[in-house]
């Protein structure tokens, strides 16, 4: 069975999740799609599918081709049925270019079991059609024009999103407002290429196309456009691949016991014997549209335990990759201690001290304790009750807070949430620096030429204006088979 072939061949796939369910959906693309179709589908009206209105469902039986005579496009006559129909469902034809890929696409929506997918499937083989590649269907939209290749990777941000903001930043980006913004950057930038290779033409006229003012002005805001672009990158990776909060301190603070009231359920092991958690324990949750990954870790002492000591070095390891870390201290201890001689681990700007157990000690004692700490720290305090649950909501929000803005509307601007968009717009950063940098300092304008020109291939890379092989072939190896 061919699975690679020239784009255009028609192509098919099961379109839905694997398991079982209500529906199930195979979809064929492609110029051959109604001919390979309508050997494998019989309407019950007994039409040809050939004279089907677009965009419109239909009852029929579906057949396997070996076992059932093939119908001309004019010959209405029913086809003998025999007990090779594989199932009964619905037909749709989507006539190019009102379809997904552009393309003449129709779907057979039957019944959804596995069993029945991959009959359907090999039906519509045997009939023709080749089984498409990872991707294959949106990679056809971008080829097609249907999509750019921001958008194609939004659709893939669409099917793994795991939270609400995930989802919405996911949905803008398909709606096209990274490529709206790319393309108006991109378009800038040629215009005033085009002035300067124009004035570089027309030189032993001395004829000036772009004053040298205008051009620096112009260059200037493109760049401080782009950085802000770039700025929003981090908080884009963050909302969607979500948070990864690491819970850190010595051994019998409540770590674990914070973990399970999170969570609201009991994932990890709670005694008073130090050093119970020995490896790390993950759990993810939403909080506010946004997902949060828990990671409860071995308590930091000092001891010759080679097991407790692995656990110690990965708690470590996991703080450096963590997006915050959660420094838990017990406040019955921090009570019967001089604050003087406690000792924090260096903490990032983004990282909080949350003091556990404060319904052990009176709340006066608490307000002290909380105070003065706020005093000897930079970092936010937040006092918690693991037993209670007191202060948890609290937690929850100044977490929340230090990566989400209060909303994701279109007002915020475009927010940058792909690697690859952050590496071409850094280059284009750097291209545009160097171009200012040349004007500024009066070079020959073929300098400043060049380095529009790799900003401007730079910014079309994001929406696939220029793109390489390579590139579209690893954006879309990352598809599911049917997408």
Not at 130 to 152: C, H, W, Y
Not at 417 to 425: D, E, G
Not at 428 to 446: F, I, N, W, Y
């Amino acid at each position: 069975m061919p699975t690679t072939g020239a784009p255009e061949d028609t192509i098919c796939a099961v379109a839905t999740p694997a398991g079982e369910g209500g529906i199930g959906i195979v979809r064929i693309s492609g110029p051959h799609a109604v001919d390979i179709t309508s050997r494998v589908v019989q309407l019950r009206s007994e039409k040809s599918l050939h004279t089907l209105a677009s965009h419109t469902l239909y009852l029929a039986d579906i057949l396997f081709p070996p076992v059932c005579s093939i119908s001309s496009r004019s010959d209405s006559t029913p086809r003998q049925l025999t007990e090779q129909i594989v199932d009964e469902g619905l037909v749709v034809y989507m006539k190019a270019p009102r379809s997904f890929t552009a393309e003449d696409v129709v779907e057979i929506h039957c019944h959804g079991n596995g069993l029945v997918l991959q009959r359907v499937c090999q039906a519509c083989i045997a009939a023709g059609a080749r089984l498409a590649q990872a991707g294959e269907f949106t990679k056809r939209a971008f080829l097609n024009g249907r999509l750019d290749l921001s958008q194609a990777e939004a659709v893939l941000d669409t099917i793994r999103a795991t939270s609400e903001l995930s989802l919405k930043l996911a949905q803008r980006q398909l709606r096209g407002e990274l490529a709206q913004q790319v393309r108006r950057l991109r378009s800038d930038l040629v215009r005033l290429l085009a002035l300067l290779e124009a004035g570089i033409d027309f030189a032993e006229e001395d004829i000036t196309f772009v004053r040298r003012e205008e051009m620096m002005a112009s260059l200037q805001e493109t760049l401080d456009r782009i950085r802000r672009m770039i700025a929003t990158a981090e908080t884009g990776r963050i909302l969607r691949e979500g948070v990864r909060a690491v819970i850190a301190g010595e051994p019998n603070v409540g770590k674990s016991s914070l973990l399970n009231c999170l969570l609201r359920e009991n994932r990890a092991i709670v005694t008073d014997i130090p050093g119970t958690t020995r490896d790390i324990i993950e759990e993810s949750i939403v909080w506010f549209g946004l997902r949060i990954t828990l990671v409860d870790t071995a308590g930091l002492r000092d001891t010759t335990d080679p097991v407790e000591l692995e656990g110690i070095r990965r708690s470590k390891e996991a703080q450096g990759q963590a997006d915050i870390v959660l420094h838990v201290l017990d406040a019955a201890r921090l009570t019967q201690m001089d604050l003087e001689d406690l000792r924090l681990p260096p903490l990032g700007p983004e990282n909080l001290v949350v003091v556990n157990k404060i319904d052990l000690v009176d709340t006066g004692l608490v307000r002290e304790l909380i105070d003065t700490l706020r005093t000897r720290t930079p970092w936010n305090v937040v006092p918690i009750s693991s037993q209670t649950g007191e202060g948890l909501e609290a937690l929850k929000s100044a977490i929340q807070s230090q990566f989400v803005k209060p909303s994701l509307e279109s007002g915020d601007g475009v927010i940058i949430t792909h690697v690859r968009h952050r590496s071409a717009l850094e280059r284009a950063e750097a291209s545009l620096t160097e171009a200012l940098s040349s004007v500024r300092r009066g070079l020959e304008p073929e300098f400043v030429a060049i380095d529009l020109r790799e900003a401007a291939d730079a910014l079309g890379e994001i929406v696939g204006v220029i793109t390489s092989d390579e590139v579209l072939g690893q954006i879309f190896s990352e598809f599911c088979i049917g997408k």
